[in-house]
């Protein structure tokens, strides 16, 4: 073992593909954002009232994943807060992934944090951890931006009841004010919200398009320049990654995902060029990581529902209907000592999947029965076992 660890080392020390690989990580924010200039102007334009002291609206930004919502979003924030220095104005900006933070007190802490606030891991309400954030930012007589990146995750989980105190918070200000940004992939995102919070969070609104194929094309060459060792990309390499992640619905994050893992087989292996064939092994792995990942932060009933797709074609087999579909999840959702939600809601919940590319769901004639959806799980059973793995009560009735 020792011998082959040390021939591994010595592959990877000795190999020559990688100046700065950092580069190509998603949340790297560059100096420039190419194909991006529209969207940096627009909100620019409207969170710059800051720096003269008034309170700009508050912003909500669309689009689907790898569009450059989140890089956007810090470019501009970032240009504002050094502008803000220049001229000794106080900006505060707090950024918080909400699909890490994702309780209502998680998040409420680490806006405190962001002024320098201190509240216990636990032990507060979250109305006390509220009080004392309203408070303490109120001597600080500064702006804040409270920027909630992929918001939707918070309110699937949590409800809206932070999103209605953050929108209202400013008429419990004297002297300090705060803007809101929220970011999300989901396009329907508003429909969970109270009307009230809808037209607070959205005073001015946002829409990031896909990048096309020649867009990640350009974006993958500027970065590459950077992350590469000189002449160790294939010519075809970059084009390939960029023709990839186009058909995924021009998601930025992903090209970059396939060139870096590309970049990493390549150095594993000790090559000294990488190749197509590097680029085609990284799509599986990047593919796999995608689907664990994605299941894995999913909201609860969303995996009880995938993990009912599988135990129901593990006895009847594939093309499932949805009418047993949902009962079985009806009993299982039960065994987690939960009501189970509407079929309505479920089958929402199923065409989500659909567009993630976890299941199929396909409509079909029955004849005179009429028409039904047919769902069936299209990921490995090895994905899904690692993305349930942490849950206990789900790997017992897998097991069963």
């Known amino acids: 073992m020792r011998d082959s660890l040390d021939d591994l080392f010595r592959r990877v020390l000795s190999a020559k593909i990688f100046v700065n690989r950092d580069l190509l990580r998603p949340d790297y924010v560059p100096e420039d954002l190419p194909h991006r200039e529209a969207q940096i102007f627009r909100l620019a334009e409207t969170l710059a009232p800051a720096l003269r002291g008034s309170r700009p609206s508050n912003v909500f930004i669309y689009g689907v994943p790898g569009t450059g919502k989140t890089a956007v979003t810090k470019y501009v924030l970032n240009k504002i807060s050094q502008e803000g220095k220049k001229k000794g104005i106080a900006l505060n900006i707090a950024y918080i992934n909400c699909k890490h933070d994702d309780t209502n007190y998680r998040v409420l802490a680490d806006l405190c944090e962001a ?133 995924e619905h021009g998601d930025a994050r992903r090209a970059l995902d396939l060139l870096r893992v590309a970049g990493e087989l390549a150095e594993r292996a000790g090559n000294d060029k990488v190749t197509e064939e590097h680029v085609r092994r990284a799509q599986k792995e990047v593919e796999k990581d995608r689907v664990v990942e994605v299941i894995r932060t999913m909201p609860l009933h969303s995996r009880i529902l995938i993990l009912s797709l599988y135990l129901l074609e593990k006895s009847k087999g594939r093309n499932c209907v949805t009418g047993e579909l949902y009962e079985l999840y009806s ?60 849950d206990p009560r789900m790997m017992a009735f897998m097991n069963k």
């Open 115 to 247: 002024i320098d606030a201190r509240v216990p891991f636990t032990g507060l309400s979250t109305s006390e951890v509220f009080r004392r954030f309203v408070k303490i930012l109120d001597s600080t007589s500064s702006s804040m931006f409270v920027i909630l990146d992929e918001v939707d995750s918070l309110v699937k989980k949590t409800g809206d009841k932070i999103l209605y105190d953050l929108t209202r918070i400013n008429n419990q200000l004297s002297r300090a004010k705060v803007s809101i940004v929220g970011i999300t992939n989901d396009l329907k995102f508003t429909e969970y919200l109270d009307p009230r919070v809808r037209s607070s969070l959205g005073e001015e609104e946002l829409v990031f398009p896909p990048y096309n194929a020649l867009e990640l094309e350009d974006i993958l060459k500027r970065r590459a320049d950077g992350a590469f060792m000189r002449g160790v990309i294939e010519p075809q390499v970059i084009k390939l990654c960029a023709a990839l992640a186009a058909k």
């Open 331 to 390: 009993s299982v959702v039960k065994n987690f000592g939960l009501e189970p939600l509407t079929q309505r809601r479920i089958s929402d919940l199923i065409n989500e999947l659909d567009m993630l590319g976890i299941a199929t769901a396909k409509v079909v004639s029955k004849g005179r029965y009429g028409r039904t959806k047919v769902v069936n799980l299209c990921i490995p059973v090895t994905n899904l076992r690692e993305a349930l793995q942490e």
